[in-house]
C-alpha cells in the first residue's frame, strides 16, 4: 500500500456521462498530481494541486475539471465522455515534510466508456 | 517546457543479461531524474532517483548513470531476472521539491525471458 488512496478501482460507464475520481494522498502530503495514462501513451499529466491551490496545468481538456479540498483530497471530474477518454487514471502525492522530489503513485482508476 | 525522450521503446533480453534504457531531456535546468517501474495492471513504483549533482548512482543490480553536458540520463540494470519484466519510465523536473511537475519519457517495456 503506498499510501496513495484512489476510488473507484474502476467505472465503467457510456458516453456522454460524467464522473468523478477521487484521491485522498499520503498523509502529510501537500501535493497531488493527476496523470491519464492510455493504452499506448506514456504519462500523461494533467493538473497539479498543492495545498488546495491549482499548481500546473498539462494536457487538460476543458471537459475535464479538478480541486483540492480542505483536507486535501482531490477530485478529478471528467464530463461529457467520449470513447477515447478511456484510460488508467493516476493520482500521485508528494511533500512530505523533509522530503525532496519524486512521487508516490495511487493505484489508479480504470475508466471504461461505451 | 521540458520533453524527455525515452529509447528504446521495447527491448528483449535473456535473463541473466545486462539491460540499458537511455533518456534525454530538453531543460537545462532540470535536476531531478527518477526511475520509475510499472508492472502490468500496476501503479508505478520509483525504484531510483539522480540528482544532477550526481553522475552516477547504484542500488544493487540497478544503477543510474547522469551526462549534465549532453541532457541524458541512463538506466542499467545487470543480471536481469524475469520478476525485471516491466514498463520502465523515467522522468526530469527542475526544482527540488514536491511543487515541480514531473515530465515523463514514453516509456521502454523491457522483456526477461527465462
Known amino acids: 500500500d503506498s499510501g496513495v488512496t484512489q476510488t473507484p478501482k474502476h467505472l465503467i460507464t457510456a458516453t456522454g456521462q460524467r464522473v468523478t475520481l477521487r484521491c485522498s494522498p499520503r498523509?502529510?502530503?501537500?501535493?497531488v498530481y493527476w496523470y491519464q495514462q492510455s493504452l499506448d501513451q506514456g504519462l500523461q499529466f494533467l493538473i497539479q494541486?498543492?495545498?488546495?491551490?491549482?499548481?500546473a496545468k498539462g494536457n487538460i481538456l476543458e471537459r475535464f475539471s479538478a480541486q483540492q479540498f480542505p483536507d486535501l483530497h482531490s477530485e478529478l471530474n471528467l464530463s461529457s465522455l467520449e470513447l477515447g477518454d478511456s484510460a488508467l487514471y493516476f493520482c500521485?502525492?508528494?511533500?512530505?515534510?523533509?522530503?525532496?522530489?519524486?512521487?508516490?503513485f495511487g493505484s489508479g482508476t480504470r475508466l471504461t466508456v461505451v | 517546457g521540458e520533453n524527455v525522450e525515452q529509447h528504446p521503446s521495447t527491448l528483449s533480453v535473456q535473463e541473466g543479461d545486462s539491460a540499458v534504457i537511455k533518456c534525454t531531456y530538453s531543460?537545462?535546468?532540470?535536476?531531478?531524474f527518477p526511475w520509475y517501474k510499472q508492472e502490468l495492471g500496476k501503479r508505478p513504483q520509483l525504484i531510483i532517483d539522480?540528482?544532477?549533482?550526481?553522475g552516477e548512482k547504484k542500488d544493487q543490480r540497478i544503477a543510474v548513470t547522469l551526462n549534465k553536458t549532453a541532457k541524458h540520463f541512463s538506466l542499467h540494470i545487470t543480471e536481469t531476472q524475469p520478476e525485471d519484466s516491466a514498463v520502465y519510465f523515467c522522468?526530469?523536473?527542475?526544482?527540488?521539491?514536491?511543487?515541480?511537475?514531473?515530465?515523463f519519457g514514453k516509456g521502454t517495456m523491457l522483456l526477461v525471458s527465462p
Open positions: 500521485a502525492s508528494s511533500l512530505r515534510a523533509g522530503q525532496v522530489g519524486g512521487y508516490t
Open positions: 498523509s502529510g502530503d501537500l501535493s
Open positions: 494541486y498543492y495545498n488546495g491551490e491549482e499548481r
Open positions: 531543460d537545462s535546468a532540470s535536476n531531478y
Open positions: 539522480i540528482r544532477s549533482n550526481v
Open positions: 522522468a526530469a523536473t527542475r526544482g527540488d521539491s514536491g511543487y515541480s511537475t514531473l515530465t
